[in-house]
């Protein structure tokens, strides 16, 4: 089975949207 991609479910509270909405930004935190 060929893997398409990553999925992370993650429940995130009081977090501002332009910090989300960076994808770089958000991995940097999460590794």
Not at 20 to 30: K, P, R
């Amino acid at each position: 089975m060929n893997q398409l991609g990553r999925h992370i479910l993650a429940e995130i509270y009081g977090c501002p949207a332009e910090i989300l909405n960076d994808v770089q930004l958000v991995e940097s935190i999460m590794v």
